[in-house]
């Protein structure tokens, strides 16, 4: 009997386990190559792609009413109330499949409002990626690169710059710095993602799975770690 039992327990660990999913945070400066790293692993794990950019224009695209709300905010140019996104967001993370959030949680109380919602569901964050790269290597990175306003494309001045200088390849057109990427707005922007990460970071240092990546390195590499990360947490 008393084996029965132990077999059942084994039995229900094992089925409440093979059903974990990677539920995935991605943090990281702006230039340190979030997008693509959360385009990755949503392919290769098929996880939903979560970005709150993404989910604030779709539901103002179509005239929600929680985008009507976050439209009003937008358009005085104030920021969206946490509870907000965080309602959005909870509307795409039904069931029991993963998910990679990128650019969100932004700050401790949204931080919150996110596990207290997962808790419900029993299914909590399991893995928080930092991309870490440091704001001199971001700034030299941004700095560098050259954009055409014609086509799109872009450049880096030292690791991909067009074969004629100055000019774009496709189309010949004078490549231009975007007011984005010139140092003193990056600085400004790292100043903000600081501000408000760090103490996301602080909330989550003590739960498991939370892990730094160095993000100077090459694309491939940084999926490796990526990938040994959550590797464990794909049961089937
Ligand atoms: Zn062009």
Request: charged share 30%; proline share 6%.
């Amino acid at each position: 009997m008393r084996r029965l039992i132990l077999l059942c327990l084994c039995l229900i660990t094992w089925v409440v386990w093979a059903d974990d999913a990677p539920r995935v945070i991605l943090i990281g400066p702006p230039g340190a190559g979030k997008g693509t790293q959360a385009r990755y692993l949503s392919e290769k794990y098929h996880l939903a792609h979560i970005s709150t950019g993404d989910i604030l224009r779709e539901n103002r695209k179509q005239g929600t009413e929680l985008g009507k709300q976050a439209a009003s905010y937008m358009d005085t140019g104030k920021l969206v109330p946490d509870e907000l996104i965080v309602t959005m967001v909870a509307e795409k993370l039904t069931g029991d499949g993963g998910f990679v959030l990128d650019g969100f949680p932004r700050s401790e109380a949204q931080a919150q409002l996110l596990d207290g919602m997962l808790s419900k569901s029993g299914h909590p964050i399991n893995s928080v990626i930092l991309l870490d790269v440091s704001d001199n290597d971001l700034v030299e990175r941004l700095s560098l690169r050259r954009s055409c306003p014609t086509c799109q494309r872009t450049y880096h001045l030292k690791s991909n710059p067009p074969k004629k200088e100055g000019l774009c390849d496709v189309d010949g057109t004078a490549l231009i710095q975007r007011p984005d990427d010139k140092e003193e707005v990056i600085r400004n922007r790292l100043k903000v993602y600081h501000d408000q990460t760090e103490p996301v970071l602080r909330h989550y240092q003590d739960k498991p799975g939370v892990v730094k990546i160095d993000g100077r390195l090459d694309i491939q590499d940084v999926q490796k770690q990526v990938d040994d990360n959550l590797r464990p947490l794909v049961t089937h």
